[in-house]
């Protein structure tokens, strides 16, 4: 549902935020698709948790945006978007601390810089993704190295109907790219991050991983990260079960740079599709719709999406 003018102007009324109609959202997200929406970037925590109460109050749904590396936006968007813009002395980083009280909106390139510098052993993890704390933490973002949850102490949240909670992380908070504690409209303010220890070999051990990542995926391109899943296939006679790499399966059928209007199968990274003109959600998604068929009649495999449409 569209925000009508009562709401607007409540929303206008709360203190730390503030609304745009319509605002052109192409550079939004990594992808920069073609999209625009509602849009209301949002200061502070107690104007979250009020701006939480008044949607709730009115039943109406949002989408919360980081840095929308994980996000196909479509070109109008029926709900709002809130991007939380809040403000953070980044002198934490000045020094080594037991504990990292940070936001949800810090990008985490700004973690990785710091555990380069001092050696931040466990930051490693999340090496190259383009991510909010926020977005790592909802979608527990990982590499080969490892994932973002096993860093997180603690979750400041702002649940649906506005009441804050400080969530303390446990060994169920976490699955494979998912967390297992935000019910539906539960926003990420920030996070208590922690470490487990000092080793100086961990800055080398970061720039090899990102070279390694600028060797194999089109990171200068607009994307969106991998587009499918790896599937999990159980083989017969409980033989264990196989992990079938998306990207390995297109690279096979040749659809290496298969274009569908501004959408590209990209030349370097089979998984990751690029925006290589005006290209909308509507190209995207038919892109994908034709990568999954072609995937689905030669092997039987279905390959889900990772991406969030
Ligand atoms: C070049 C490239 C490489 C990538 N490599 C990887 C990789 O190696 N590993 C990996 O896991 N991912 C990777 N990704 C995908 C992406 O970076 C991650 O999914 C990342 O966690 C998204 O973070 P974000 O802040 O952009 O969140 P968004 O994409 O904006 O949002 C993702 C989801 O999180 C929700 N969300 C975001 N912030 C909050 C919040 N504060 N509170 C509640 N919900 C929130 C959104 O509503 C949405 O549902 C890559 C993407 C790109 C473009």
Redesign the pocket.
């Known amino acids: 549902m569209f925000l009508n003018s009562e709401i607007i102007f409540k929303i206008n009324e709360i203190k730390d935020l503030s609304f745009e109609m319509g605002k052109d959202l192409s550079k939004s997200?990594?992808?920069k698709l073609v999209a625009s929406g509602d849009f209301i970037s949002i200061r502070t925590k107690e104007a979250t948790a009020l701006l939480l109460q008044l949607l709730y109050s009115y039943n109406l749904d949002y989408?919360?945006?980081?840095?929308?590396?994980?996000?196909i936006l479509p070109t109008t968007s029926p709900v709002p978007y809130l991007k939380?813009n809040f403000s953070f002395d980044k002198n934490i980083f000045n020094n080594v601390c037991d504990l990292y009280k940070v936001p949800?909106?810090l990008s985490i390139s700004n973690l990785t810089a710091h555990a380069v510098k001092f050696g931040i052993k466990g930051w490693e993890v999340f090496t190259?993704?383009?991510?909010?704390v926020?977005?790592?933490?909802?979608?527990?973002?990982?590499?080969a190295l490892g994932e973002?949850g096993s860093i997180v102490h603690s979750v400041d949240i702002v649940r649906k109907n506005g009441r804050m909670e400080n969530y303390l992380v446990n060994e169920k908070s976490f699955s494979y790219?998912k967390n297992n504690f935000?019910n539906s409209g539960?926003?990420?303010?920030g996070a208590e991050l922690k470490h487990f220890g000092i080793d100086l070999s961990i800055g080398s051990k970061i720039e090899q991983y990102l070279q390694y990542?600028s060797e194999t995926?089109?990171?200068l391109a607009k994307?969106?990260?991998?587009m499918f899943k790896n599937a999990k296939i159980n083989l017969p006679q409980s033989h264990g079960v196989i992990t079938c790499p998306a990207g390995l399966y297109i690279d096979i059928m040749g659809l290496k740079g298969l274009q569908y209007n501004g959408v590209r199968v990209s030349r370097k990274h089979a998984n990751?599709f690029e925006n290589v003109g005006e290209a909308r959600y509507e190209d995207v998604f038919k892109l994908m719709e034709i990568i999954y068929s072609e995937l689905y009649d030669n092997f039987g495999i279905k390959f889900e999406p990772e991406v969030?449409f």
């Open positions: 997200s990594t992808f989408r919360v945006l980081g840095l929308g590396a994980n996000q939380l949800a909106s190259g993704i383009p991510a909010t926020g977005g790592a933490i909802f979608m527990n973002a990982g590499t973002f790219r935000l539960d926003i990420i303010i990542r995926q089109p990171l994307t969106c990260g991998c990751f969030e």
